[in-house]
Structure formats: C-alpha cells, structure tokens
C-alpha cells in the first residue's frame, strides 16, 4: 500500500436518545439532541425509501436520494450509494409499553433490509448486495 492510501472506511454511529421526548422528560440541550437525532433518522429513512423506489423502477422515473439533508446522510452516502456494506443493528425493547416504538423500529429496519446494493471501487453505483438488519 501506498501512503496516504484509503484501504477501508468504517462508520459507527450510534443513534441512542431517539425515544419519545415526553416519555423522558428530556429539556434543554438533551431536547435539542433528540431532535436532532430524530431529524436525522428521518433523513436516513427517506434516503432508504428512495433508494428502495429507485431499485424498483426504471432508470427514467428514479428520484433523488437527499444525501445533503442531514450530516448522517452525507457521511454514510458512498456506503449506502453502493460503494460498500451496511450493517444496521436496531434494539427494541420486551416492554408492553414500548410496543409502539419497538414496531416502528422493525419497520424501519425492514425497509433498509430491502435495499441492495453491490459495493464497487468506482464511483458508479451498482445494487445488488443486501443491507443486513
């Protein structure tokens, strides 16, 4: 290998504090990060569905995935755009209470399981490969 040479990139993000706020009582800048974790995932979400639509129909009715709209996105758009593997492990919880949060979660996981994609060296995006949940 050369200096100065990318060899792998690997990404952990953990995205805990997504729980309802007005279950944790959450205020001040532990609220603000809730948010914003909550605003990311749903960008995540979005960029999954689409990658999903677009793997699903022809070449000239596929949408743009809006990597730019969280940093999360923007970090993850090579992995996700098929220039590498993505895993994604989700917690859910046993409790009856947290039934609501727990299915939202499988769902959510679901639709990333349902993207694939083929990693490649060059820049252009091939799908083949399963996202693993």
């Given at each position: 290998y050369k200096l100065g040479e990318q060899?792998?990139?690997l990404i952990v993000c953990d995205l805990a504090g997504s729980e309802r706020t007005n279950r944790t009582h959450n205020t001040g800048a532990r609220l603000r990060e809730a948010a914003n974790i909550n605003q990311s995932l749903?960008?995540?979400g979005r960029c999954l569905e689409l990658l999903r639509w677009n793997q699903n129909h022809p070449p000239a009715q596929r949408r743009v995935v809006p990597y730019r709209d969280a940093k999360?996105?923007?970090?993850m758009q090579g992995t996700l755009s098929g220039n590498g593997k993505t895993v994604m492990?989700?917690?859910v919880s046993p409790c009856v209470r947290d039934i609501d949060e727990t299915v939202h979660v499988l769902n959510y996981s679901s639709v990333a399981k349902e993207?694939?994609?083929i990693p490649t060296n060059s820049g252009t995006p091939k799908r083949?490969?399963?996202l693993a949940t």
């Open positions: 060899i792998a990139k749903m960008v995540l999360i996105t923007r970090l492990i989700v917690n993207v694939i994609n083949k490969m399963q």
